[in-house]
């Protein structure tokens, strides 16, 4: 199963077999049809909206660490994701996490959804972050590191 990067602007050109999962402290509300974070629904296209990874999101434990020490990343963080004290958290944090159980979850969330909806094409999996792919300090890398530490290819989907 493939694996993708994207952020939530460009779930709008998704095709159903395409999974998008956020991996975000906060949603767009527009990604939950404007109910509660954990509703999840099929836009107009088929393509399930809603889906969240939560154990993608930084633990209270560490907020609190980055805030004593006054290393939270702002908006238009002036560093790029390997000299940011924000994104070397994340990255220790995600390494805290059990990669392959993690993996096989977002796979088994991909195949129920293909044979729930029937689409034939192969289910992509879409992890979600705010920022643009040309933003120089986000999670994306952060993400992108800890797949390929464990051998798993990843990159940014981009609209063909």
């Given at each position: 199963?493939?694996?993708?990067?994207?952020?939530f602007?460009?779930v709008?050109?998704?095709?159903?077999?395409?999974?998008?999962?956020s991996?975000?402290?906060?949603?767009?509300?527009?990604?939950?049809?404007?109910?509660?974070?954990?509703?999840?629904?099929?836009?107009?296209?088929?393509?399930?909206?809603?889906?969240?990874?939560d154990?993608?999101v930084?633990?209270?434990?560490?907020?609190?660490?980055l805030?004593?020490?006054?290393?939270?990343?702002?908006?238009?963080?002036?560093?790029?994701?390997?000299?940011?004290?924000?994104m070397?958290?994340?990255?220790?944090?995600?390494?805290?996490?059990?990669?392959?159980?993690?993996?096989?979850?977002?796979?088994?969330l991909?195949?129920?959804?293909?044979?729930?909806?029937?689409?034939k094409?192969e289910?992509?999996?879409?992890?979600?972050?705010?920022?643009?792919?040309?933003c120089?300090?986000?999670?994306r890398?952060?993400?992108?590191?800890?797949?390929?530490?464990?051998?798993v290819?990843?990159?940014?989907?981009?609209?063909?």
């Amino acid at each position: 199963m493939k694996f993708y990067t994207s952020y939530f602007y460009q779930v709008r050109f998704f095709t159903p077999n395409m999974i998008p999962i956020s991996t975000a402290k906060w949603d767009p509300k527009w990604f939950h049809d404007f109910q509660d974070n954990k509703y999840v629904f099929l836009d107009k296209r088929g393509v399930c909206n809603g889906l969240r990874a939560d154990p993608f999101v930084l633990g209270e434990e560490y907020w609190k660490n980055l805030e004593e020490s006054h290393n939270e990343c702002t908006k238009d963080c002036p560093h790029d994701s390997n000299n940011c004290e924000f994104m070397k958290s994340y990255y220790n944090y995600l390494n805290t996490l059990d990669f392959d159980n993690i993996k096989a979850r977002c796979e088994n969330l991909a195949l129920r959804i293909q044979n729930k909806m029937g689409f034939k094409e192969e289910p992509i999996i879409v992890l979600l972050v705010h920022e643009k792919a040309d933003c120089p300090c986000a999670e994306r890398p952060v993400i992108w590191r800890w797949f390929r530490d464990h051998n798993v290819e990843i990159t940014e989907w981009s609209k063909k």
